[in-house]
DNA sequence: GAGTGGTCTAGACCACATA
DNA sequence: ATGTGGTCTAGACCACTCC
C-alpha cells in the first residue's frame, strides 16, 4: 500500500466488497494515512480521484461517504469527423453543399446569445465515409471569429475551427429525429429514417463562434466505457 | 497567482491569447512556479488537471505541449430514470409488462460474455412522465447476481441494481432507432418514430450483471456542458 | 547521462460546516 | 469552537525517454 493508485484499488475493493456501504462514512483521511502508513497527502489524491468520479463524497467536517444515489459519469470523446472516420479504416470525404450568408432561424440565434436580425455564415456540408454520406451538418458560424474565410470547399469547417480557435467552451445535446425529405435524399436514406441528432454550441470567452446540427445515418454508434 | 486554480486559468488564457499556441511547448514546472513564486506541486496541480481535459499533453524529458488536435471530452451524467424525470418537475410513473427467465438472444450473450443456452431473467418495463409513456426497458438480467428476487413490481430492476451492486463497471452506447410496430403501440407512437437508443452492459468485477436497452421516445435529449 | 514530469513526505495553514 | 477536507510548501526520489 504505496501509491495512491494502490490506495484508490483499495478503497474500492472495500466498496465492492461491502466493508464500506453506501451511506456510510468512511474513516477520515488521517485515519487511513495511519492505517496504510503514508502521508495524508496521498490518501487525499486517491479518495479525490474517486470524488471525481461519483464514487465517494466528501464534505468538510463531515467526511467522506460512499454515494448513496450514484449519478454514473460517462466520459466521451468527442473527435473530428474525418479522424473519427478515418479511425474506422474507412475513407473519408467531404463536400460542401452550400455556403451563404443569411439571417439565422431564431432558434439559432437564441442558442448563441445574438440578437434577431444579425446575419451569419451559413454552411451545409455532407461527409462520406468510402464514398457513402453517413453525416449531413448545418453549421452557423458568427463572421466575426472568422475574419478571413478559408475555402471551405477544401477544408471542413470543425476542422478549421480547430485548429485557429481551439479551446472554446459550449454545449452538446443528442437526441433522436426522422430524416425529413431533403435529409433521407442528401443522405441516400429512406425518408423518416431515425437519424442521430448531435447539436453543438460552441463560444470563445463569452462571444458566440458557431452552431452545428449533426445528423448521423443509421449505423452511427457512439459507444464509450463506464 | 496563488492557487492552483488560478494558475490552470492563467495558463488557459496564455493558450487563448495564442501566446501558447497548439503544438509548441509550454515551460517547465519548475520555470512556471519560479515565475509565479508558488511549489512545483501547485503547477503540478493545474498542469495536470489541464492535461485530464484533453488541453495539455505531458510527456517525461519531453516536456508539456498544447495538444495539436483536441479531442474534446464530454462528460454525461447518468442517472436513474426515476430521478431524471422528477428533475424534470414531472410526476414518475413505472409499469413492469413482462417477467420471465429465457433464453437471451445471442447478440446478448455475447455482450454479458455470457455461453449460449445459458438462461437469464428478462425483464421488460415501462416509465412514465407525467402519465405518458416516454421510455420501454428491455433488460437482460445474470441470475446469479439477484440470488432473491425483489418484486420487480414495485421496483425499477435499475434501482434496486443500483442499491445492491452498486459501482459496477460496464460500457454504454447510444443510436437511433425507428420504433418497430410494438415499440410504437407501447410507447403511444406512431411505426417508425425515431427512438433515442441507450445500451448498457453492466459487469461486477468480471461477473456479467445485466444487459438493458432503453429506448427513449422522440422528445428526450440527453445534454451536458463541453 | 541528463532532463522532464510523477509522486511521495511531513508539516502547516486555511475554508467550511456543524455543534 | 471544533473537526474535517482542501491546499500549499520545500524537498526528495523515482520513472521515463531522449541523446
Same mark, same amino acid.
Given at each position: 500500500?504505496?501509491?495512491?493508485?494502490?490506495?484508490?484499488?483499495?478503497?474500492?475493493?472495500?466498496?465492492?466488497?461491502?466493508?464500506?456501504?453506501?451511506?456510510?462514512?468512511?474513516?477520515?483521511?488521517?485515519? #487511513?494515512?495511519?492505517?496504510?502508513?503514508?502521508?495524508?497527502?496521498? =490518501?487525499?489524491?486517491?479518495? &479525490?480521484? !474517486?470524488?471525481? $468520479?461519483? /464514487?465517494?463524497?466528501?464534505?468538510?467536517?463531515?467526511?467522506?461517504?460512499?454515494?448513496?444515489?450514484?449519478?454514473?459519469?460517462?466520459?466521451?470523446?468527442?473527435?473530428?469527423?474525418?479522424?473519427?472516420?478515418?479511425?474506422?479504416?474507412?475513407?473519408?470525404?467531404?463536400?460542401?453543399?452550400?455556403?451563404?450568408?443569411?439571417?439565422?432561424?431564431?432558434?439559432?440565434?437564441?442558442?448563441?446569445?445574438?440578437?434577431?436580425?444579425?446575419?451569419?455564415?451559413? #454552411?451545409?456540408?455532407?461527409?462520406?465515409?468510402?464514398?457513402?454520406? =453517413?453525416?449531413?451538418?448545418? &453549421?452557423? !458560424?458568427?463572421? $466575426?471569429? /472568422?475574419?478571413?474565410?478559408?475555402?471551405?470547399?477544401?477544408?471542413?469547417?470543425?476542422?478549421?475551427?480547430?485548429?485557429?480557435?481551439?479551446?472554446?467552451?459550449?454545449?452538446?445535446?443528442?437526441?433522436?429525429?426522422?430524416?425529413?425529405?431533403?435529409?433521407?435524399?442528401?443522405?441516400?436514406?429512406?425518408?423518416?429514417?431515425?437519424?442521430?441528432?448531435?447539436?453543438?454550441?460552441?463560444?470563445?470567452?463569452?462571444?458566440?463562434?458557431?452552431?452545428?446540427? #449533426?445528423?448521423?445515418?443509421?449505423?452511427?454508434?457512439?459507444?464509450?466505457?463506464?
Amino acid at each position: 500500500m504505496t501509491g495512491w493508485e494502490e490506495i484508490r484499488d483499495e478503497v474500492l475493493r472495500r466498496i465492492r466488497a461491502r466493508l464500506w456501504v453506501p451511506g456510510a462514512t468512511i474513516p477520515t483521511e488521517e485515519a #487511513l494515512a495511519q492505517e496504510w502508513g503514508v502521508a495524508r497527502a496521498t =490518501v487525499n489524491r486517491a479518495l &479525490r480521484e !474517486l470524488a471525481g $468520479e461519483g /464514487v465517494l463524497e466528501r464534505r468538510r467536517k463531515v467526511g467522506t461517504r460512499v454515494t448513496l444515489h450514484p449519478v454514473r459519469k460517462a466520459t466521451l470523446d468527442i473527435p473530428v469527423t474525418r479522424r473519427e472516420i478515418e479511425a474506422r479504416g474507412q475513407r473519408y470525404g467531404y463536400r460542401l453543399l452550400a455556403q451563404a450568408e443569411a439571417e439565422p432561424p431564431p432558434a439559432v440565434a437564441l442558442r448563441l446569445g445574438l440578437p434577431p436580425g444579425g446575419r451569419l455564415l451559413r #454552411l451545409e456540408c455532407l461527409h462520406f465515409a468510402d464514398g457513402r454520406p =453517413v453525416l449531413l451538418e448545418d &453549421r452557423w !458560424l458568427n463572421p $466575426e471569429v /472568422v475574419p478571413v474565410l478559408p475555402d471551405f470547399h477544401r477544408i471542413s469547417a470543425n476542422e478549421w475551427l480547430v485548429a485557429h480557435v481551439p479551446w472554446t467552451t459550449g454545449d452538446i445535446a443528442f437526441s433522436a429525429a426522422n430524416a425529413t425529405a431533403a435529409e433521407a435524399r442528401l443522405l441516400d436514406l429512406a425518408e423518416g429514417a431515425a437519424l442521430f441528432i448531435v447539436e453543438r454550441t460552441t463560444w470563445e470567452s463569452d462571444c458566440p463562434v458557431t452552431w452545428v446540427r #449533426l445528423a448521423h445515418a443509421p449505423g452511427y454508434r457512439m459507444h464509450t466505457l463506464l
